[in-house]
């Protein structure tokens, strides 16, 4: 049986979206048994030329939802980046959810041909809708989401591969 666009996005894309609010909801915990004040991991970053906790919660958030507009044909809601709490980054993660959850399945059903094209670097890009979500949209979207746990991780928050993946079906 074939996947369809629909299945190959929007579940993993969920998915993670609601791993990410769990790693956050863990750093909050954690930032409050250690009394640490947890907006401090908001600006936490890997290394001095990364984005902070919040700019990769951001991108993983911009990116889903650009991935999924750009193969629906839909218009993607705009958030500001103007998170300053973990709480704050937690219900952008869950307007993202929203939005991906609401986009009309029908409109799936074209998604694989649809022609998109983005910037990269000055460049214009051209994908059929199937290679820009596997080739670009979900790696970017991973890469965010990975990035995130890691700096969580480095933190000092205890959240380990079982906390990334989650339940498992």
């Not at 991108?59 to 980046?81: L, M, N, Q, W, Y």
């Amino acid at each position: 049986m074939a996947l369809s666009m629909y299945e190959i996005s929007v579940p993993l894309i969920l998915r993670g979206l609601g791993q990410l609010e769990h790693l956050l909801a863990k750093g909050v915990a954690h930032a409050r048994e250690t009394q640490v004040d947890p907006n401090l991991y908001v600006q936490a970053r890997l290394a001095p030329d990364m984005l902070t906790l919040a700019g990769q919660v951001q991108r993983a958030s911009d990116t889903a939802k650009a991935t999924i507009a750009r193969i629906t044909g839909v218009e993607a809601p705009s958030f500001p980046d103007d998170e300053s709490t973990m709480e704050q980054l937690i219900a952008r993660s869950g307007k993202t959810r929203a939005f991906v959850d609401g986009v009309d399945r029908g409109l799936f059903d074209s998604a694989a041909d649809r022609v998109v094209e983005i910037k990269l670097g000055g460049n214009m890009m051209k994908f059929a809708g199937q290679d820009y979500l596997l080739g670009f949209g979900l790696p970017n979207f991973y890469f965010h989401i990975t990035t995130a746990y890691d700096v969580l991780r480095n933190q000092g928050v205890p959240i380990g591969k079982r906390d990334y993946l989650g339940k498992l079906a």
